[in-house]
């Protein structure tokens, strides 16, 4: 079964089948396309009144319609559509001179057009690759890049869409890839329009697509589209980096991080991953599928997709909401049982025989620190862990005092140990420290300038040492801050020996520069 | 190089001489241009014809004018116009040149062999 269309050629009617019609018309449209001279018209309707010529002698009675068959023995009786042309037209003389000069001087010599075949938007950056004779993958990257040098790409594109003429006939297309114009070229491409057209021809009028230029709503839709697509593959390359950069730090004890502590509340580590990977790598997947249906609207179901991913990219940040919720909630347990087992000390010493003399302050090394003749050994005993602050705050008592308030605490990754293998309540043992060393020998006062930790309960506890020192206004101290490691102050102090007085609760050196 | 290609030009080059001498005594139409050529293998493909036949029209060598035909769409008769036939007049010289050199050339290659 075929369909049959009337069609009218020279002022008769045929009916002819469809196929055969897309035939017919496809050829004629070859043809004036390998036609270059004036009169293309009159040629073309010469041609058609001889169509009919034949189709009337030549038409089955019986059935009174065009097959096929006939169209190709049209084609057979009036050839090829290269047939068409004169080829001695460049060499003739007289009237067709303007063609002869016109085709002289392109030959062989690309001329810049942009070119509707490959193009995205408007062809400009193919046209750029055919004229510099260029892969136009090379010209895109360039001008992408050119994007962030100023956005110098986004002026220059218009700019030059607007300069450059579009490739329109076969000829202009020949010159635009430099191969001369000459009769087997011509041939070539018009054979590769009609491969082109052929693919279109079964929905839509051949003449349109041509006619119909890019319209103000699909360029905005295209650079929407390509926009969406760069910033989407941006995202997931990101995505997949940090994918991998997470995977990484997973051995690596990362304090701010959540991931060591999901290991801590039970759960495998790639839960963690995965769906942190999963909330950062599925918007930028929608982002990329919308801007690849902006500009193939071939694509289907992206919608559903979407819809689809939106949901599983919920479940991700439901999981992890949940994950994080836990963490949180562990912490709040863990941080209640530090707390509470924190032990605190406070040691009050007065100065109350140095009243009129200066007080001088030293910091030094704890004297533990060093065993008896083991100066050279590296296997100590005792580390020196935390730092030691150091508050100076003004008195009204007529004298100077200090106080050195000392807390003994478990460090986060015991209490979790203690927390999960013995229960808070059958834990009976607190935490503990050494003593901090300070030594008072009339008015020269030593602090050590670090708490020191048995190494072996390095990781155990979490020990902080605070000295206030009071003073009245007025009162000078030396201050040696020459060993300060570990050392933290509240005040400003130079390095090196300097003599201090507190004035307005701000503490000022009196022989510094 | 293409034999067919060659033997194309050659027809081709001849064919705006050929239908100015088949146009000198009677006028004809494009269909009986066609069959005359076609008789004498001048023609292989009509293609050809069409866009020469504008060409000679345009240069004025040839004028038309339109006849109604009883099985078919309206005819074209074209007539030789006067520049047309002092055009041929001229044609018609240097084809008698040229035929006498390739006659004398080929002739001589022949015995020469």
């Given at each position: 079964?075929?369909?049959?269309?009337?069609?009218?050629?020279?002022?008769?009617?045929?009916?002819?089948?469809?196929?055969?019609?897309?035939?017919?018309?496809?050829y004629?449209?070859?043809?004036?396309?390998?036609?270059?001279?004036?009169?293309?018209?009159?040629?073309?309707?010469d041609?058609?009144?001889?169509?009919?010529?034949i189709?009337?002698?030549?038409?089955?009675?019986?059935?009174?319609?065009?097959?096929?068959?006939?169209?190709e023995?049209?084609?057979?009786?009036?050839?090829?559509?290269?047939?068409?042309?004169?080829?001695?037209?460049?060499?003739?003389?007289?009237?067709?001179?303007?063609?002869?000069?016109?085709?002289?001087y392109?030959?062989?010599?690309?001329?810049?057009?942009?070119?509707?075949?490959?193009?995205?938007?408007?062809?400009?950056?193919?046209?750029?690759?055919?004229?510099?004779?260029?892969?136009v993958?090379?010209i895109r990257?360039?001008?992408?890049?050119?994007?962030?040098?100023?956005g110098?790409?986004?002026?220059?594109?218009?700019?030059?869409?607007?300069?450059?003429p579009?490739?329109?006939?076969?000829a202009?297309?020949?010159?635009?890839?430099?191969?001369?114009?000459?009769?087997?070229?011509?041939e070539?491409?018009?054979?590769?329009?009609?491969?082109?057209?052929?693919?279109?021809?079964?929905?839509?009028?051949?003449?349109?697509?041509?006619?119909?230029?890019?319209?103000?709503?699909?360029v905005?839709?295209?650079?929407?589209?390509?926009?969406?697509?760069?910033?989407?593959?941006?995202?997931?390359?990101?995505?997949?980096?940090?994918?991998?950069?997470?995977?990484?730090?997973?051995?690596?004890n990362?304090?701010?991080?959540p991931?060591?502590?999901?290991?801590?509340?039970g759960?495998?580590?790639?839960?963690?991953?995965a769906?942190?990977?999963?909330?950062g790598?599925?918007?930028?997947l929608?982002?990329?599928?919308?801007g690849?249906?902006?500009?193939?609207?071939?694509?289907?179901?992206?919608?559903?997709?979407?819809?689809?991913?939106?949901?599983?990219?919920?479940?991700?940040?439901?999981?992890?909401?949940?994950?994080?919720i836990?963490?949180?909630?562990?912490?709040?347990?863990?941080?209640?049982?530090?707390?509470?087992?924190?032990?605190?000390?406070?040691?009050?010493?007065?100065?109350?025989?140095?009243?009129?003399?200066?007080?001088?302050?030293?910091?030094?090394?704890?004297?533990?620190?060093?065993?008896?003749?083991?100066?050279?050994?590296?296997?100590?005993?005792?580390i020196?862990?935390?730092?030691?602050?150091?508050e100076?705050?003004?008195?009204?008592?007529?004298?100077?005092?200090?106080?050195?308030?000392?807390e003994?605490s478990?460090?986060?990754?015991?209490?979790?140990?203690?927390?999960?293998?013995?229960?808070?309540?059958s834990f009976?043992?607190?935490?503990?420290?050494?003593?901090y060393?300070?030594?008072?020998n009339?008015?020269?006062?030593?602090?050590?300038?670090?708490?020191l930790t048995?190494?072996?309960?390095m990781?155990?506890?979490?020990?902080?040492?605070?000295?206030?020192?009071?003073?009245?206004?007025?009162k000078i101290?030396?201050?040696?801050?020459?060993?300060?490691?570990?050392?933290?102050?509240q005040?400003?102090?130079?390095?090196?020996?300097?003599?201090?007085?507190?004035?307005?609760?701000?503490?000022?050196?009196?022989?510094?520069n | 190089?293409?034999?067919?290609?060659?033997?194309?030009?050659?027809?081709k080059?001849?064919?705006?001489?050929?239908?100015?001498?088949?146009?000198?005594?009677?006028?004809?139409?494009?269909?009986?241009?066609?069959?005359?050529l076609?008789?004498?293998?001048?023609?292989?493909?009509?293609?050809?014809?069409?866009?020469?036949?504008?060409?000679?029209?345009?240069?004025?060598?040839?004028?038309?004018?339109?006849?109604?035909s009883?099985?078919?769409?309206?005819r074209?008769?074209?007539?030789?116009?006067?520049?047309?036939?002092?055009?041929?007049?001229?044609?018609?010289?240097?084809?008698?040149?040229?035929?006498?050199?390739?006659?004398?050339?080929?002739?001589k290659?022949?015995?020469?062999?």
């Open positions: 079964m075929n369909k049959t269309v009337t069609i009218n050629i020279a002022g008769l009617f045929f009916h002819i089948d469809e196929d055969a019609y897309v035939k017919l018309s496809d004629l449209d070859a043809i004036k396309n390998s036609l270059n001279t004036e009169g293309k018209e009159e040629i073309i309707s041609i058609e009144s001889r169509i009919a010529e189709f009337s002698e030549k038409i089955d009675p019986k059935t009174g319609v065009i097959s096929m068959i006939d169209v023995n049209i084609i057979q009786i009036m050839g090829q559509p290269e047939d068409y042309r004169l080829d001695d037209e460049n060499e003739s003389q007289g009237e067709s001179n303007q063609y002869k000069k016109e085709d002289n392109t030959q062989r010599q690309r001329k810049l057009f942009r070119d509707p075949e490959k193009r995205v938007l408007g062809g400009v950056l193919s046209g750029l690759a055919n004229y510099f004779g260029i892969d993958v090379w990257v360039l001008f992408i890049l050119l994007i962030f040098v100023y110098s790409s986004i002026i220059i594109y218009p700019i030059l869409w607007i300069i450059i579009k490739a329109k006939t076969v202009d297309i020949l010159e635009m890839k430099g191969e001369p114009v000459n009769i087997s070229n011509i070539k491409q018009v054979r590769e329009n009609i491969d082109q057209l052929g693919n279109n021809i079964k929905n839509i009028d051949t003449n349109k697509i041509k006619a119909v230029g890019v319209t103000a709503g699909e905005i839709k295209k650079i929407i589209g390509i926009t969406c697509m760069f910033f989407g593959i941006l995202g997931m390359i990101g995505s997949f980096i940090m994918l991998f950069v997470l995977n990484g730090f997973t051995n690596a990362f304090n701010n991080f991931l060591h502590e999901i290991v801590n509340i759960y495998p580590v790639w839960y963690g991953i769906a942190i990977f999963t909330s790598f599925i918007p930028f929608i982002i990329f599928l919308v690849l249906k902006c500009l193939y609207k071939n694509i289907k179901y992206v919608g559903l997709i979407s819809i689809l991913l939106g949901f599983i990219w919920a479940i991700a940040i439901i999981f992890f909401t949940v994950i994080m836990e963490i949180e909630s562990k912490n709040d347990l863990i941080r209640k049982y530090i707390d509470d087992t924190t032990k605190v000390t406070v040691v009050k010493k007065s100065l109350d025989h140095v009243a009129n003399d200066t007080l001088n302050i030293d910091f030094i090394r704890d004297p533990r620190f060093y065993g008896i003749n083991d100066s050279l050994s590296n296997d100590k005993i005792f020196e862990k935390d730092e030691v602050e150091i100076i705050k003004s008195t009204t008592n007529t004298n100077a005092y200090f106080e050195i308030i000392t003994a478990y460090s986060k990754s015991s209490s979790i140990e203690i927390n999960n293998n013995y229960g808070k309540t009976t043992e607190t935490p503990t420290m050494l003593e060393y300070s030594k008072i009339n008015n020269n006062i030593e602090f050590a300038n670090a708490i048995e190494k072996n309960n990781d155990k506890y979490d020990n902080s040492v605070k000295i206030i020192l009071y003073l009245p206004y007025n101290i030396r201050i040696n801050s020459d060993n300060q490691r570990y050392f933290e102050y005040h400003q102090i130079n390095s090196g020996l300097h003599y201090y007085k507190l004035i307005d609760d701000k503490l000022e050196c009196t022989n510094c | 190089m293409n034999i067919e290609n060659t033997k194309a030009q050659m027809r080059g001849i064919l705006e001489f050929c239908i100015l001498s088949l146009l000198k005594d009677k006028d004809c139409y494009t269909s009986e241009i066609l069959d005359m076609k008789d004498v293998k001048l023609l292989v493909v009509e293609g050809t014809i069409y866009p020469l036949l504008t060409r000679l029209k345009n240069d004025d060598l040839l004028s038309y004018r339109w006849e109604e009883t099985s078919g769409p309206p074209k008769y074209y007539k030789l116009t006067d520049q047309g036939e002092s055009f041929l007049k001229e044609l018609a010289l240097t084809w008698n040149e040229l035929s006498n050199a390739v006659k004398l050339i080929t002739e290659q022949l015995n020469d062999e």
